[in-house]
């Protein structure tokens, strides 16, 4: 990090603020939690989370809301790297609440939205205070207007239009009790800068973000993969392709891309060229409207 | 891009009409920083309205109510990147909260960029930015004189616009002022050099942004690292270790210097200066590490660590320029509040108003006796903790403090230091 005139590289500034924004949360918030999702961008945030607290352990659970349609390779790596960390995982299913009628099942079977409620829940249960989140600004124009500490209300609700203020580097995480704050330690990142500090800091990554041979089926002008959660409908043939995964959501709902990227040079050269953003090329859940994401952040979701 | 990309903040500002989210979009699209489908988005957006041509400002105003009502409600960030930089734009609207989201913008800024319509000239908005982006200390000021296809180019009008600006900047404390007569619709002067101005002699903006020098903008002088968090591992292998974690407001340190905690005012030295990836030579800012002393003090949360030689004042009574962010209940004489300030907080209560300043007169009305939503006054505070704190044009890290409503919790104010006792 250091050089003759004190320059510093925008990962390393990156990297800087982030490890602050972790220590800020710990030293003035009663119960974190971070939330965790086998994703890139939550691996990384966990990674950041290691560096803060070093050579302590990660001061803080980690929370997987799970919607009961993962990919395997994802779960298993969640288990390992959890476990390399010694930091405590807890599982919210969203599997069980729909059991115990805290949320039904949509008739589309996609899960995304009934995560919420799920989430919510555990909040309340394990009352936690402050919810580190992976959500870059970059990714979606709803979260380019978010905050770094964003005020839930005890409903969990995010209001744009009555957000805190937030100047220097002074986070306002007050909250009173039900409230919480939902902390966004990567807001400042894109996704080319997450790829370059993987590369960078050697981060290990789930084997489905680097192109594999898979069973796909196009719809709606996406690449999704066959598998329990996703069949064939009667007018749809499968096709065995070379895809990876951009990002790591709900299976039922998270498409791949076309790609021979299979090493992190190759994806980060995949990642400068490329002409669609992330959320756009693989996300089915934010093609419903224009205001889609911005709807289900109100309702408090991630 | 590089390990050595440095990034550059900066804030924009400007009024609905002045072009500049159109300079946003050029700068996003001509640096590839702008996906297809986030271009197809604000085309199909555009063409239901009935746009005459594809409106850019949907590419900002990411919100409901904004898309609807054709305005920006708030900060919105924006990220791209050359070979050369990465940059964060902080893009604050023109109108509604103006002030309170200009300063937001403005805090973390290492250059605020400025529109002014050509054929208009400079209006009152143009010089309330200067003034605020002067407060703030934002070390560098741009100002783009858009629409210059619209007055044919002429170097005439340019010349008339920028003396009057510089006139204007000279009574502010404005570090690097640099002119630029651009336009964003048609792309002269934004990316690269435009011919059709060939008596313009200075570079584009974006090669302004990507050259203009940042890293002596830092306060590399005054060592102040803020005690943010203390690590003790509580492990077998770590059993006896004691860190103290932070970011490095200002200043160099090294392993071995003579420092002095406060407010207790014990001396000893640095041990080492570690991060994950293993002890540093020297830490200077932005950079977050764990500094371990050669003495076990008592040091905790809300200290501050410098130089015996060279310390911040430790007062409880602080003179104050204060932004009001509030719209519900305004600042008034006599009330108590929260106060956060570098890693300190503390309760405060404003003793006096001194004066409500006009932004855009600079006129300093003596007879106020409260400040309401996107007032800026010059107050004076007694805190129930002495503030560890340096006069905010000296250190912006350890000069600006936020005030907070003890009952609401809500950020209501903005303030710099102007004077410590």
Not at chain 1, 177 to 203: C, H, K, M
Not at chain 2, 281 to 296: H, I, K
Request: glycine letters at 6%; aromatic letters at 8%; hydrophobic letters at 40%.
């Amino acid at each position: 990090m250091t050089s003759p005139d004190y320059r510093v590289s925008h990962l390393d500034a990156l990297e800087s603020e982030s490890v602050f924004i972790f220590r800020e949360v710990v030293a003035t918030c009663a119960r974190p939690v971070l939330l965790f999702s086998g994703g890139k961008d939550s691996i990384v945030m966990l990674h950041l989370a290691a560096k803060a607290f070093a050579p302590a352990p990660i001061p803080f659970p980690v929370l997987h809301v799970d919607t009961g349609h993962n990919f395997p390779e994802v779960l298993d790596f969640r288990d390992a790297y959890v476990s390399r960390l010694g930091v405590e995982l807890l599982v919210a299913s969203v599997e069980e609440g729909i059991n115990s009628g805290l949320v039904t099942e949509p008739p589309d079977g996609v899960r995304n939205r009934i995560q919420t409620p799920v989430l919510l829940d555990a909040v309340e249960k394990y009352r936690f205070d402050a919810l580190f989140g992976g959500a870059r600004r970059d990714e979606e124009k709803a979260r380019a207007k978010e905050r770094v500490f964003s005020f839930r209300d005890e409903f969990g609700q995010w209001d744009p239009k009555n957000q805190r203020p937030e100047l220097w580097s002074l986070y306002n995480g007050r909250t009173h009790p039900g409230e919480s704050i939902r902390v966004f330690p990567l807001s400042n990142w894109t996704e080319l800068d997450i790829w370059n500090y993987i590369a960078a800091q050697r981060v290990e990554l789930p084997s489905i973000y680097f192109a594999h041979s898979r069973e796909v089926v196009e719809r709606d002008g996406m690449l999704y993969g066959v598998n329990e959660f996703i069949r064939l409908r009667d007018d749809e043939t499968s096709e065995t392709r070379t895809v990876r995964y951009r990002t790591v959501g709900d299976a039922s709902c998270t498409a791949a891309v076309p790609s021979e990227a299979a090493t992190i040079a190759e994806v980060i050269a995949e990642v400068a060229a490329t002409r669609v953003t992330e959320r756009g090329a693989t996300r089915g859940d934010d093609r419903v409207s224009e205001a889609a994401m911005e709807d289900r952040k109100r309702e408090g979701y991630f | 891009m590089s390990d050595t990309t440095e990034l550059l903040r900066f804030a924009t500002a400007g009024s609905v009409d002045d072009g500049k989210s159109t300079l946003i979009g050029r700068l996003l699209y001509d640096t590839k920083s702008l996906f297809d489908d986030q271009w197809d988005a604000v085309e199909t957006v555009s063409r239901a309205r009935g746009d005459e041509y594809t409106d850019l400002a949907l590419l900002t105003d990411g919100l409901r109510a904004e898309r609807e009502q054709g305005i920006t409600i708030d900060v919105a960030y924006r990220y791209f990147a050359t070979p050369r930089r990465k940059f964060i734009i902080a893009d604050t609207p023109g109108h509604i909260q103006y002030t309170r989201n200009m300063v937001t913008g403005a805090s973390t800024a290492d250059l605020a960029l400025i529109l002014v319509d050509a054929r208009k000239g400079l209006v009152e908005q143009s010089r309330r930015h200067a003034f605020l982006c002067s407060l703030l200390r934002v070390p560098h000021l741009v100002l783009c004189v858009n629409k210059m296809d619209l007055v044919d180019y002429s170097q005439e009008v340019f010349d008339r616009i920028a003396a009057e600006f510089t006139a204007f900047a000279t009574k502010l404390d404005i570090p690097d002022l640099t002119i630029i007569p651009i336009s964003a619709l048609e792309g002269d002067n934004v990316v690269s050099r435009s011919p059709r101005m060939a008596w313009y002699e200075g570079t584009s903006l974006l090669h302004h942004l990507e050259n203009v020098h940042i890293a002596s903008d830092r306060n590399l002088v005054d060592v102040r690292f803020p005690v943010q968090y203390v690590i003790r591992p509580h492990s077998n292998s770590n059993h006896d270790y004691r860190g103290y974690a932070g970011q490095v407001a200002s200043g160099v340190m090294k392993p071995g210097d003579e420092v002095m905690v406060l407010p207790s005012g014990f001396t000893t030295t640095i041990a080492s200066i570690e991060t994950a990836d293993g002890p540093v030579a020297e830490a200077f800012p932005p950079m977050s590490v764990t500094v371990r002393l050669t003495d076990e003090l008592d040091v905790s949360r809300g200290d501050l660590i410098c130089r015996p030689n060279n310390r911040p004042e430790v007062a409880q009574d602080v003179e104050a320029m204060i932004c009001w962010m509030d719209e519900k209940q305004p600042l008034q004489r006599g009330r108590k509040y929260a106060i956060a300030h570098t890693t300190r907080s503390a309760r405060t209560m404003v003793k006096e108003l001194h004066y409500r300043l006009d932004v855009n007169t600079l006129h300093r009305d003596e007879g106020a006796d409260s400040l309401t939503l996107n007032e800026i006054g010059r107050v004076r505070l007694r805190t129930t903790l002495p503030l560890l704190c340096d006069e905010y044009r000296r250190n912006r890290a350890t000069g600006g403090f936020i005030i907070i409503d003890e009952a609401t919790n809500r950020t209501v104010g903005a303030g710099i230091v102007v004077e410590a006792a």
